[in-house]
């Protein structure tokens, strides 16, 4: 009786040990047999062959593994390579599946603000842009501009005698240059006629005061460097209903027959403020589409950020898996049915 209590108390003597020191062990393996006394005959059946102490409980221990009686723990390997594909595509995907759910909630708040960013500059560069579009169809006319360029044709060859051969533009009239979602074909086809026409007489003109042929010529209706071209050089400026005039009473020319001229201090008195509204409205539009544009390479960052982060991850708990010490421990039966300790331990210093 006395030899059956003391080992009871030995086997719980070396539970609470493997209770302390068990979960500091990376990857540790915790043994328990079934507490239930086996049989004699049971026990007996484990030493058939050998009753030595040391083959003894070697055959036990192989006996418990092989009867279920050992409970194994072991970190599962991560994988690599679906790490990194996860996160590739969803940014948090691998970290989640690698167990770091705090990196995992990061990388997806980052890639929600990203696309928040995105959509909310997006959106606000389209509508500003669709605003500056709407006032240019307003303001700037293109049969003004071709007006102006008529006189200013005659302006050089009777003041400068330039020689331009372009015919004077024939001047539409009858289409709402306000609303081109309107027109139809043919309106098209008259618009651009006339376009054409005034890029004749541009590639002749030039500027009195420097003696420079015109830089730039109208692009075609709408185009988008329709809507850049007419605010960003002084050429354009008598397109604007603002634009002062250039004709007299008597049929003379006045000074803003030269939106080039310039005035005190470099400025271009001739030029309305309508055109510089204008330039400033369309540089905002276009720096926040820029803008939009370069957040959106952001995402990709994201993306391959998450992703190197997720696989280096996976493989450094690889590693460390790798080199890890395995303990097990238990409680077995010897012959007698007293209850017997056991203890296992295996050192992995690699795959």
Not at 104 to 110: F, H, L, Q, S
Not at 284 to 290: I, M, P, T
Not at 302 to 327: E, G, W, Y
Request: hydrophobic share 40%; proline share 5%; charged share 25%.
């Amino acid at each position: 009786m006395t030899d059956r209590c003391s080992g009871i108390i030995w086997g719980a003597v070396f539970g609470l040990v493997f209770g302390l020191f068990g979960p500091l062990t990376s990857g540790a393996q915790s043994l328990v047999t079934n507490p239930d006394r086996p049989s004699t005959d049971r026990a007996a059946s484990v030493i058939a062959d050998d009753d030595h102490p040391a083959v003894l409980r070697n055959r036990l221990l192989d006996r418990a593994g092989s009867d279920r009686a050992w409970n194994t723990f072991e970190a599962k390997e991560r994988n690599v390579a679906a790490a990194f594909g996860a996160s590739a595509i969803l940014p948090g995907a691998g970290q989640w599946l690698n167990g770091n759910r705090v990196k995992a909630v990061v990388a997806v708040g980052i890639e929600a603000a990203i696309i928040t960013g995105y959509v909310v500059t997006r959106r606000n560069g389209l509508d500003d842009e669709d605003a500056f579009r709407d006032f240019a169809h307003n303001r700037w006319s293109p049969t003004r501009y071709a007006s102006w360029l008529n006189d200013y044709r005659e302006f050089l060859n009777d003041e400068y005698a330039a020689g331009i051969s372009a015919p004077p533009v024939d001047i539409v009239s009858g289409i709402d240059l306000t609303r081109p979602d309107g027109w139809s074909a043919a309106d098209r086809d008259r618009v651009q006629g006339m376009i054409n026409q005034i890029t004749a007489i541009e590639r002749q003109a030039f500027h009195p005061e420097t003696g420079a042929a015109f830089s730039h010529q109208l692009p075609d209706f709408a185009d988008q460097q329709y809507y850049e071209l007419i605010g960003k050089y002084f050429q354009f400026a008598p397109g604007w209903d603002d634009y002062p005039e250039w004709r007299a009473a008597d049929d003379g020319f006045l000074p803003a027959i030269d939106p080039e001229l310039t005035g005190a201090g470099g400025s271009k008195p001739n030029v309305s403020e309508t055109f510089y509204s204008y330039a400033r409205d369309h540089a905002d539009a276009q720096d926040l589409l820029r803008k939009a544009s370069r957040i959106s390479t952001l995402l990709v960052f994201n993306h391959l950020i998450a992703a190197i982060d997720a696989a280096v991850s996976a493989k450094l708990f690889n590693d460390r898996q790798a080199n890890r010490l395995d303990t097990r421990m238990g409680l077995a039966w010897d012959p007698d049915g007293q209850p017997v300790p056991v203890v296992g331990l295996s050192v992995n210093f690699g795959r």
